[in-house]
């Protein structure tokens, strides 16, 4: 099948599970059968998220908690110091198999990722104290939008593809559709671009970028010392910092960093679509996650569930030449201690990123903050892609929800940069974006009025949608003629305007 097909829901109104409020979520969403990874890489551009096969977009300028697709350049990725501490934590717990004497008790503050993209850990050295289990079970599976209880009509590919031959073929040979293709990305010099934005704090540059403390401390002192008439050799300053740059550990470093000797061996290995399935340990670990750290109820806790959740994508498996050497799609990657699966994160491999969609792990070892952990790996794996798809050089974490403050850990990794729900422009996070959105929850974040959607979709764009129609593809302007039915027709627009004009005519509207 060389379309993507999808059945659009329009808006819907749910529990929030951020502010708890009830129908106050709103957001757009739709069922997808199945799914090209560049088709969805846009998507996601656009502030589309999915939950196995449900897709869904926050109506952030109405919705209670409105939510900032984030995504990280891991490329530029900087390790803090907590992160550091994390991974020498691993590194000492790998090595002699014991804890630090200050995490002997459980460390409740230690955060899942969640449903809608990754989370990090609330480290201690991050928010100035532990939190209770009340605040991890905010973000979990149960706390995103879900799919509406309404008939989903069923799809026979073959019969599809029988039916379209010639469709069929032509799609094929189209450059957005065959295997052996990437699409690369498209500038648009209207639109305030993310390497623009990287070089300042926020894009009209009214915010200086403010130093580290340490670089202030070294000019206090080389201050003190010029007063004193000392001075202090360029070269060997610069030499100096050189010399620091060139000893700093890199992700890969410290991950690396293991012997033959140590007491315990850690694996993390990348599951390929075509190889998941749900397993007795997979079970078990999800379950017991669930209930220690997001009290679920066990009677909604299935093999079913977690397959429905964890294991179903619509992300089509693909492996183009030019792709990477596992290819893009839906993987697992599954952390095992010894014999025992202590972690798995779930996380789609797209044509620019690795987008984070759940995390769930052995609460035992809540200790070696294996959220973060989780996530730093998941960056370590970006890293290690780009090098033969440069391209492919972002992390998604899923949505940045401000007005939660449980909910802000995300803009912790930097660079990060959010997307702007008009424009769909990326925007650094600045301690400017997070003041203005400390005023007001919604913001438009460009602040270039003229920018506009380059994937603006019209109502002259209309007549092109294309539809999957008792098994045929056809345009809406076709379908018109056929049946004279214009019934959807403010619907589709609506779906248009959701996902771009250039989707709308490419993907495939389940018209019933």
Known sequence: MKFTINQYFSKQNSRCGYCKGTKCSISHGMHSYTMFPEDYQELIDRGWRRSGLYCYKPLNNETCCPCYTIKCDALEFKLNKSHKKILKRMTRFLRDGKKDKNEETDRTGDFSKDAVGSCVDIDEDDCGGGTDKQSASVGGINDEPREPKLPIPNINFDVIAAANQERHEEAQRSPEHFDDQVPTEVENPVIATETECASKSSCDGSNQQRKKAKTIRLERRQAKLAAKGIEVSNCETSASKKQKVSQEKTLADYFADASANDKHKLQVILIPPNKKHVTDEAFNLYKKYQLLVHNDDPNRLT????????????????????????????FHQQYWLDDKLIAVGVIDILPHCVSSVYFFYDPDYSFLSLGTYGSLREID??????KKVPALKYYYMGFYIHS??????????EPSYLLCPEAYTWHLLTDETRRKLDES?????????????????QTSDLSKVMLLYDNAYLTYHRYIQITGDDDDRDLIIEYGKLVGKSLAHR??????
Do not use: H, I, W
Not at 305 to 312: A, D
Not at 381 to 386: G, H
């Open 441 to 457: 929850k919604y913001q438009r974040l460009n602040s270039n009025t003229d920018a506009q959607d380059v994937e603006n979709f």
């Open 303 to 330: 093999p079913s569930s977690l397959e429905r959740f964890c294991y179903k994508s619509p992300v089509k498996y693909t492996k183009p030449r030019s792709g990477p050497q596992d290819g893009y799609g839906s």
């Open 404 to 413: 939660c403050p449980k909910m802000r850990y995300k803009g912790r990794l």
């Open 507 to 512: 993907m495939l509207y389940v018209k019933t």
């Open 381 to 386: 794996l970006v890293q290690q892609l780009a």
